[in-house]
T-cell receptor, first 108, second 117 residues
């Protein structure tokens, strides 16, 4: 079966660093995607990993370990606008399977 | 502007009504998707179309009927819905031609907030 897990909620302070974890067990794997979704808005693409290792994009980095079925999204220098839900998704061919999302609250 | 446009943004309908959701993508993608997003649940895949052909029906009740007349347009026809169908319905598009295009992410529309009374 397919199973993707993320923590439900996280809280962090402005300026800090936060790591959001994602574990997955899927029948296929063609890459792992992270999305950001602000309340009432569409999810927007943040990062993509298909090979093991770290991908860095400005304040955001994403890591993948295929052997462990594990990924994390690292957010540095947190800003208030980073308060949102973060969705982990595994691509299987043309299909995308999403985790439950992690709601991040950034406090002043 | 997300490149994927959904209408209407909000819809309230009774259980005996018939309505349709519309989605249009301007990104030149070949695959289009309907997802359902309910409170405190993961995004649920409903339907996938690739080059206008339906390639995935994720055990969706027949009261939801998709239509894809071309690679840029996708509809979701609704009839005799139930209150538990109230949710945010998200349309998305992606490139899915072959394994070389698998780094192409989903691009979402802003969704239709559906309330069934």
């Amino acid at each position: 079966g397919q199973n993707i897990d993320q923590p439900t909620e996280m809280t962090a302070t402005e300026g800090a660093i936060v790591q959001i974890n994602c574990t997955y067990q899927t029948s296929g794997f063609n890459g792992l995607f992270w999305y950001q979704q602000h309340a009432g808005e569409a999810p927007t693409f943040l990062s993509y990993n298909v090979l093991d290792g770290l991908e860095e994009k400005g304040r955001f980095s994403s890591f993948l370990s295929r052997s462990k079925g594990y990924s994390y999204l690292l957010l540095k220098e947190l800003q208030m606008k980073d308060s949102a839900s973060y969705l982990c998704a595994v691509r299987e061919g043309q299909n995308f399977v999403f985790g439950p999302g992690t709601r991040l609250s950034v406090l002043p | 502007e997300t490149g994927v446009t959904q209408t209407p943004r909000h819809l309230v309908m009774g259980m005996t009504n018939k309505k349709s959701l519309k989605c249009e993508q301007h990104l030149g993608h070949n695959a289009m998707y309907w997802y359902k997003q309910s409170a405190k649940k993961p995004l649920e895949l409903m339907f996938v179309y690739n080059f206008k052909e339906q390639t995935e029906n994720n055990s969706v009740p027949s009261r939801f009927s998709p239509e894809c007349p071309n690679s840029s347009h996708l509809f979701l026809h609704l009839h005799t819905l139930q209150p538990e169908d109230s949710a945010l319905y998200l349309c998305a598009s992606s490139q899915a031609r072959d394994i070389l295009s698998y780094n192409s992410p989903l691009h979402f529309g802003n969704g239709t907030r559906l309330t069934v009374t």
